[in-house]
């Protein structure tokens, strides 16, 4: 007789064995163990079919500063990287970062058939069917070669295996050190010899709209063969590096960094010492793994298990490191560039590390509450870093790029995360002057004042109107400056900002300053137009926009419209609901907007399904970017957190259900924003305002596994046990902590972080 048990858990799989004899009592077990980590259910090719530059990662660590994958569309930001639906690799990339890219190396085969054509003619095709990817490697066939290409990598090193055909051809790697390399242009590419097995080299990374200062790289080639030869083409300005006869297995070590060719090389000798490819990737998967498994999730299917974890591995991603590992960083904030130094520890080591990243806008209802609760380190990190740019350039960034700021999108939308720090006790020292510094972004001269990509003036933000008027023009009267100019969303944008930073004001002490942001955060008010029900944008003289929709696509609203962004106050739901006639004449309006929505899949789609359909511009909740993201939740502060449960649990089945190359975000994912907030719901835990009143709430939604546990950094356990909740029973009956009765639908930060077990009653009714 065999028993086959199938537990199901976030990874472990037990078959077991018992035979048993009817002729003896005593029964002999047969055991086999086999253990899944959550590295291995992470499904990389999610959404590739829709990727832009940076989303995709492969043989990279958490952040890290090479992110090495192949590409195959090199052409702008969106619909490049590694496409799946593309056939054919034009490089390997080290790179692949916010406003960042550089690096791309090709190997390839050379005989007196391609010799004078390799250099812009080495392209390969390439099948999925001999392609392997997961966290931390990647590995396929180049077929015009018959090169068998693996990939891993260090946090700053990239290390390459190439295994070449014994033929008559000359094993090389052509390094495609200019030209178009997703949204950047690379130019300046410079290698240099050192020896029989080692290289050096350089390229800049152009400026672009959106970071205006160029990026020096700098890497150095560490090879396990001997270098025959190189050859340089003065047209494309590429090289291609020869092997010695006999070169059929390369491995190759690329080291790159933003302030020298020392500390690329420093980076090499620091982290990738040795040359055990297969311990490196072994090496990437355990830490990969150490941070996902923080995170245990247990029943639903397999599919929703792969999908949890690799929107869990998406929240890691995006967001690069530029510093070296002595703790070196290029600043870019100052009129001239220069080399800067972080603060080292005891042992000589860097304290944190210093990031590239794309915008927070949105972060408060994304990576706040994810990292702040399991991943306090690596949020603390970011503050850090954050902080050290305003040491530098004097202002905190809202999205930095090559150690410079970009001013994405627009507000100052690092002020919540920063606070949400602060009020979860991640942040302890130095109070004072984060307060200043924050409160500077929010005063004339500041971030806040700043549009999209406004880098020379502070009249595109529309602050001193915000200021004087209560509200932000639509459309500014001086003019266009920058991008995102849309005043109503502004507006509200700004009021909820100085709502969190009062919180700190209040927390410091200063009542003054917290009664001033506190009365500028009701500014949500003045754009709200009482006779029709919706945000609405105005005029300078204060007349109400003329012909308006509120389905109409950036009609004085930030990548949305009025009816999705009508709902963006998370700091006063319940003063909203005052506008709209209370909060069931909310319910009924809100619960009306996610019938419509869902009918559309609760997303605008991608540029492809709005060409074809263009109501979905008009769609009333849009799951597929940040605005209106926070909608589902809602309904707990109108006191109905039925329909936050349903609806929460319907827009995580429907938008970040599926598991493949065709679809997964429908929208803008933006760094690990959109994969943070699906995890969020799938585990039934959410942050209406970011985190950032004292002693932060996290309010209840609907689990949809039976049983997640979280390991705090305390060293306690969050305990999420909903029986039933994979079987399609959606709402919260009855709450239990630590087996006592819990008659509230939030529970405080300080009760998590001293270690509870919240058991759900599950129903479907």
């Given at each position: 007789?065999?028993?086959?048990?199938?537990?199901?858990?976030?990874?472990?799989?037990?078959?077991?064995?018992?035979?048993?004899?009817?002729?003896?009592?005593?029964?002999?077990?047969?055991?086999?163990?086999?253990?899944?980590?959550?590295?291995?259910?992470?499904?990389?090719?999610?959404?590739?079919?829709?990727?832009?530059?940076?989303?995709?990662?492969?043989?990279?660590?958490?952040?890290?500063?090479?992110?090495?994958?192949?590409?195959?569309?090199?052409?702008?930001?969106?619909?490049?990287?590694?496409?799946?639906?593309?056939?054919?690799?034009?490089?390997?990339?080290?790179?692949?970062?916010?406003?960042?890219?550089?690096?791309?190396?090709?190997?390839?085969?050379?005989?007196?058939?391609?010799?004078?054509?390799?250099?812009?003619?080495?392209?390969?095709?390439?099948?999925?069917?001999?392609?392997?990817?997961?966290?931390?490697?990647?590995?396929?066939?180049?077929?015009?070669?018959?090169?068998?290409?693996?990939?891993?990598?260090?946090?700053?090193?990239?290390?390459?295996?190439?295994?070449?055909?014994?033929?008559?051809?000359?094993?090389?790697?052509?390094?495609?050190?200019?030209?178009?390399?997703?949204?950047?242009?690379?130019?300046?590419?410079?290698?240099?010899?050192?020896?029989?097995?080692?290289?050096?080299?350089?390229?800049?990374?152009?400026?672009?709209?959106?970071?205006?200062?160029?990026?020096?790289?700098?890497?150095?080639?560490?090879?396990?063969?001997?270098?025959?030869?190189?050859?340089?083409?003065?047209?494309?300005?590429?090289?291609?590096?020869?092997?010695?006869?006999?070169?059929?297995?390369?491995?190759?070590?690329?080291?790159?960094?933003?302030?020298?060719?020392?500390?690329?090389?420093?980076?090499?000798?620091?982290?990738?010492?040795?040359?055990?490819?297969?311990?490196?990737?072994?090496?990437?998967?355990?830490?990969?793994?150490?941070?996902?498994?923080?995170?245990?999730?247990?029943?639903?299917?397999?599919?929703?298990?792969?999908?949890?974890?690799?929107?869990?591995?998406?929240?890691?991603?995006?967001?690069?490191?530029?510093?070296?590992?002595?703790?070196?960083?290029?600043?870019?904030?100052?009129?001239?560039?220069?080399?800067?130094?972080?603060?080292?520890?005891?042992?000589?080591?860097?304290?944190?590390?210093?990031?590239?990243?794309?915008?927070?806008?949105?972060?408060?209802?994304?990576?706040?509450?994810?990292?702040?609760?399991?991943?306090?380190?690596?949020?603390?990190?970011?503050?850090?870093?954050?902080?050290?740019?305003?040491?530098?350039?004097?202002?905190?960034?809202?999205?930095?790029?090559?150690?410079?700021?970009?001013?994405?999108?627009?507000?100052?939308?690092?002020?919540?995360?920063?606070?949400?720090?602060?009020?979860?006790?991640?942040?302890?020292?130095?109070?004072?002057?984060?307060?200043?510094?924050?409160?500077?972004?929010?005063?004339?001269?500041?971030?806040?004042?700043?549009?999209?990509?406004?880098?020379?003036?502070?009249?595109?933000?529309?602050?001193?109107?915000?200021?004087?008027?209560?509200?932000?023009?639509?459309?500014?009267?001086?003019?266009?400056?920058?991008?995102?100019?849309?005043?109503?969303?502004?507006?509200?944008?700004?009021?909820?900002?100085?709502?969190?930073?009062?919180?700190?004001?209040?927390?410091?002490?200063?009542?003054?300053?917290?009664?001033?942001?506190?009365?500028?955060?009701?500014?949500?008010?003045?754009?709200?137009?009482?006779?029709?029900?919706?945000?609405?944008?105005?005029?300078?003289?204060?007349?109400?926009?003329?012909?308006?929709?509120?389905?109409?696509?950036?009609?004085?609203?930030?990548?949305?419209?009025?009816?999705?962004?009508?709902?963006?106050?998370?700091?006063?739901?319940?003063?909203?609901?005052?506008?709209?006639?209370?909060?069931?004449?909310?319910?009924?309006?809100?619960?009306?907007?996610?019938?419509?929505?869902?009918?559309?899949?609760?997303?605008?789609?991608?540029?492809?399904?709005?060409?074809?359909?263009?109501?979905?511009?008009?769609?009333?909740?849009?799951?597929?970017?940040?605005?209106?993201?926070?909608?589902?939740?809602?309904?707990?502060?109108?006191?109905?957190?039925?329909?936050?449960?349903?609806w929460s649990r319907r827009v995580a089945n429907t938008v970040f259900g599926g598991l493949s190359p065709a679809t997964g975000y429908n929208?803008?994912?933006?760094?690990?924003?959109?994969?943070?907030?699906?995890?969020?719901?799938?585990?039934?835990?959410?942050?209406?305002?970011?985190?950032?009143?004292?002693?932060?709430?996290?309010?209840?939604?609907?689990?949809?596994?039976?049983?997640?546990?979280?390991?705090?950094?305390?060293?306690?356990?969050?305990?999420?046990?909903?029986?039933?909740?994979?079987?399609?029973?959606?709402?919260?009956?009855?709450?239990?902590?630590?087996?006592?009765?819990?008659?509230?639908?939030?529970?405080?930060?300080?009760?998590?972080?001293?270690?509870?077990?919240?058991?759900?009653?599950?129903?479907?009714?």
């Amino acid at each position: 007789m065999n028993l086959f048990l199938k537990v199901p858990s976030y990874g472990i799989y037990i078959i077991l064995a018992i035979i048993f004899s009817s002729c003896e009592t005593e029964v002999e077990p047969i055991a086999t163990v086999k253990t899944i980590d959550p590295v291995d259910l992470v499904y990389p090719q999610l959404d590739t079919e829709n990727s832009r530059w940076f989303f995709f990662s492969s043989a990279s660590r958490p952040f890290g500063m090479v992110n090495l994958s192949p590409d195959t569309e090199v052409n702008g930001a969106w619909g490049s990287g590694y496409r799946y639906k593309v056939d054919t690799v034009q490089g390997f990339s080290h790179i692949h970062a916010w406003q960042l890219s550089g690096l791309s190396v090709m190997p390839v085969t050379v005989n007196e058939s391609n010799a004078k054509s390799v250099f812009t003619d080495f392209k390969s095709k390439f099948s999925h069917e001999k392609e392997k990817v997961s966290p931390g490697h990647h590995s396929l066939n180049l077929e015009r070669y018959d090169i068998d290409v693996e990939l891993t990598s260090t946090t700053r090193v990239g290390l390459h295996k190439y295994s070449y055909p014994k033929n008559e051809k000359k094993a090389a790697i052509l390094f495609n050190l200019n030209g178009m390399l997703g949204p950047n242009e690379n130019t300046d590419g410079l290698l240099e010899q050192i020896n029989a097995n080692s290289l050096k080299g350089e390229l800049v990374i152009k400026e672009t709209s959106r970071r205006p200062k160029p990026v020096k790289l700098f890497f150095t080639i560490d090879l396990n063969a001997e270098i025959a030869s190189i050859e340089h083409d003065d047209k494309t300005g590429n090289y291609i590096v020869f092997f010695e006869d006999g070169a059929d297995e390369v491995l190759m070590k690329a080291g790159i960094s933003y302030t020298s060719v020392e500390n690329a090389k420093g980076n090499i000798d620091s982290e990738l010492a040795e040359w055990d490819f297969e311990q490196t990737v072994e090496d990437s998967k355990k830490e990969w793994n150490g941070l996902l498994e923080r995170i245990k999730v247990e029943g639903n299917t397999e599919i929703a298990q792969k999908r949890f974890y690799t929107d869990l591995w998406h929240s890691l991603q995006g967001r690069r490191i530029i510093s070296d590992a002595n703790g070196a960083y290029p600043d870019n904030t100052g009129e001239a560039f220069k080399v800067g130094q972080l603060p080292l520890d005891d042992s000589g080591k860097p304290k944190f590390n210093h990031y590239n990243s794309d915008s927070f806008w949105g972060a408060q209802w994304t990576l706040n509450t994810l990292w702040g609760l399991v991943y306090p380190d690596i949020m603390e990190e970011f503050v850090n870093s954050l902080m050290q740019y305003y040491e530098d350039g004097g202002m905190v960034p809202r999205g930095p790029s090559g150690g410079n700021y970009t001013y994405v999108m627009t507000g100052a939308s690092s002020t919540p995360f920063i606070v949400s720090t602060i009020q979860k006790g991640l942040i302890t020292e130095d109070l004072e002057e984060i307060y200043q510094a924050l409160k500077k972004n929010h005063m004339p001269g500041g971030i806040m004042g700043k549009a999209g990509y406004e880098h020379n003036t502070t009249i595109g933000g529309g602050l001193k109107y915000y200021i004087e008027n209560g509200y932000v023009p639509h459309p500014i009267p001086e003019g266009k400056f920058g991008g995102h100019q849309d005043g109503a969303s502004m507006t509200m944008e700004y009021a909820y900002q100085d709502w969190t930073l009062a919180q700190l004001a209040k927390k410091l002490g200063k009542t003054v300053d917290y009664d001033y942001f506190l009365k500028r955060s009701e500014n949500y008010k003045n754009v709200f137009d009482t006779s029709i029900g919706w945000m609405r944008p105005k005029d300078i003289s204060g007349k109400w926009g003329e012909n308006y929709s509120p389905y109409e696509h950036e009609n004085g609203f930030i990548e949305s419209n009025g009816a999705q962004s009508t709902w963006f106050v998370p700091h006063d739901e319940e003063g909203l609901a005052r506008l709209m006639g209370g909060k069931s004449a909310a319910v009924e309006k809100l619960n009306e907007q996610f019938k419509t929505a869902e009918k559309l899949g609760f997303t605008a789609g991608n540029s492809h399904s709005q060409e074809l359909h263009p109501e979905y511009r008009n769609i009333p909740i849009n799951y597929g970017n940040q605005p209106s993201i926070q909608t589902a939740f809602i309904f707990n502060k109108l006191d109905r957190p039925d329909l936050t449960q349903y609806w929460s649990r319907r827009v995580a089945n429907t938008v970040f259900g599926g598991l493949s190359p065709a679809t997964g975000y429908n929208g803008d994912e933006d760094q690990g924003l959109m994969g943070s907030l699906a995890v969020l719901m799938k585990i039934g835990l959410f942050q209406m305002n970011g985190g950032t009143e004292e002693n932060p709430k996290y309010e209840f939604g609907s689990p949809s596994f039976d049983k997640v546990s979280i390991s705090l950094q305390n060293g306690k356990s969050l305990i999420i046990n909903s029986p039933g909740a994979s079987s399609g029973n959606v709402f919260v009956k009855s709450i239990e902590l630590n087996e006592s009765p819990y008659k509230k639908y939030h529970i405080t930060h300080d009760l998590i972080t001293s270690g509870v077990t919240l058991d759900f009653e599950m129903s479907a009714e």
